[in-house]
């Protein structure tokens, strides 16, 4: 992807612009219906079903089945609405970050009581010579 904006160049920060709220719209749709009782139980009885009414993108679809939360804000999830189906899970943000973040919750939450991630690395693609272009990138 070619860096367009400044805030592109931040290694695995995808900002929910317009690109991404016109990519997303059908993954976040998915996931808002996932407030309403009624709908959340027709999502646990037959997931794929369930799904298959929103005509997702290919790789939208793996990452709601993989549960790849930094693939969903990728492909267009807001953070909001992805964490709806975190919540269906019964995880908690920590439990999101530290997936997100190749780490099990205790390191997360470790991490994050003794102030975060350091910077070194993480300022700059250009610096790193990283992409942001898969779900991979941190």
Known sequence: MAIVDDYEDI???????????RDGYRLNKFCKTLDIEANREAFRNDP?????QFKMSD??????????????????????????LAIFDRLTMQH???AM???DVEDFRKMMLEGGRTIDGN?????????????NNL
């Open 123 to 135: 300022r700059s693609l250009k610096e790193s010579g990283g992409t942001n272009n898969n779900s």
């Open 48 to 52: 794929e079903g369930y799904i298959a």
């Open 59 to 84: 790789e939208q679809l793996r990452c709601v089945r993989e549960r790849d939360w930094l693939g969903m804000l990728h492909v267009g999830g807001n953070i909001y609405y992805t964490f709806k």
């Open 101 to 103: 973040s190749q780490m």
């Open 11 to 21: 290694p695995g920060t995808y900002v929910f612009n317009g690109k991404r709220c």
């Open 96 to 98: 999101v970050g530290g």
